[in-house]
């Protein structure tokens, strides 16, 4: 799970952002994801938060085989 998540992480950092993996519950079918934004210089520049939730589950069903909920906690909807 941890590389699945690295991977897509992947995607963000180009503009300083991570993705951190906070829990998987595959048993739960649950994936719980933080947005780390503190090496991030424009915050404009990153994916806006609901295209960036599309863009990571898409990327993550690729990889993890079942059905999963995906909790993403990204602090600009805060």
């Known amino acids: ?3 699945a998540v690295d991977e897509t992480a992947e ?4 503009d300083g952002a991570d993705l951190v ?3 998987a ?7 719980e994801l933080r947005l780390d934004l503190s090496g991030v210089e424009c915050l404009d520049c990153v994916v806006p938060p609901d295209l960036l ?3 990571v589950t898409a990327e ?11 909790v993403l ?5 805060q």
């Open 1 to 3: 799970m941890a590389t």
């Open 53 to 55: 939730e599309q863009m």
């Open 11 to 14: 995607l963000l950092r180009g």
């Open 25 to 31: 519950d595959l048993g739960a079918a649950l994936i």
């Open 73 to 77: 906690d990204d602090p600009r909807r």
């Open 60 to 70: 993550l069903q690729r990889k993890v085989p079942g059905a999963f909920e995906l």
């Open 21 to 23: 993996l906070v829990e």
